[in-house]
T-cell receptor, first 113, second 116 residues
Framework: GQQVMQIPQYQHVQEGEDFTTYCNSS?????IQWYKQRPGGHPVFLIQ?????EVKKQKRLTFQFGEAKKNSSLHITATQTTDVGTYFC?????????????FGTGTLLAVQP | DTAVSQTPKYLVTQMGNDKSIKCEQN?????MYWYKQDSKKFLKIMFS???????INETVPNRFSPKSPDKAHLNLHINSLELGDSAVYFC???????????????FGEGSRLTVL
């Protein structure tokens, strides 16, 4: 079945360092979403990318959708302790016939002050 | 007002018992979901209802039975609980045009189930 993998699984950075997580799908995605889950919390929607090669920014966060629409990345510039959490990418099931969202394996970010 | 609310937040129970989790959303969305998050943080869809109609039913043991009395409510009943059922169960909702996904998921705060 369709798989969405993320690397790294875990990253520990010093506050102020940059961070990037990569998302790779086994199939082409019609769109990709990113969610953040704080420790002990629930996933919260960050952004959706739809177009091939699309780049979107939210303050220190930069999201990119690959040209082939099979991969995506999230880059955080100058991390802060508030960035701690697990970041998930998610894409609709291949074929788009349902609203089944397949979540990536997640990247846990730890930020040391 | 909480957009997607689940009760209870915590459930501790013995193997073999039956338990239910309730979910309500006040966003006016037409689609609701149950996701299971295991200890490794993997988020896996279990069920989805669109306007009270079951549209996604993943490979889940039939001990799990969802029910949607109306489009604002989705409950999950679990019979004969097993150790492997221990997880966090998230309810979510979204607005969907027909059956094509058009927007993001709004998650509830989760219900942490521990089976002893």
């Amino acid at each position: 079945g369709q798989q969405v993998m993320q690397i790294p699984q875990y990253q520990h950075v010093q506050e102020g360092e940059d961070f990037t997580t990569y998302c790779n799908s086994s199939t082409t995605l019609s769109n990709i979403q990113w969610y953040k889950q704080r420790p002990g919390g629930h996933p919260v929607f960050l952004i959706q990318l739809v177009k091939s090669g699309e780049v979107k920014k939210q303050k220190r966060l930069t999201f990119q959708f690959g040209e082939a629409k099979k991969n995506s990345s999230l880059h955080i510039t100058a991390t802060q302790t508030t960035d701690v959490g697990t970041y998930f990418c998610a894409g609709p099931e291949y074929g788009g016939a349902t609203n089944k969202l397949i979540f990536g394996t997640g990247t846990l970010l730890a930020v040391q002050p | 007002d909480t957009a997607v609310s689940q009760t209870p937040k915590y459930l501790v129970t013995q193997m073999g018992n039956d338990k239910s989790i309730k979910c309500e959303q006040n966003l006016g969305h037409d689609t609701m979901y149950w996701y299971k998050q295991d200890s490794k943080k993997f988020l896996k869809i279990m069920f989805s209802y669109n306007n009270k109609e079951l549209i996604i039913n993943e490979t889940v043991p039939n001990r799990f039975s969802p029910k949607s009395p109306d489009k604002a409510h989705l409950n999950l009943h679990i019979n004969s609980l097993e150790l492997g059922d221990s997880a966090v169960y998230f309810c979510a909702s979204s607005q969907t045009t027909g059956l094509t996904f058009t927007g993001e998921l709004f998650f509830g705060e989760g219900s942490r189930l521990t089976v002893l």
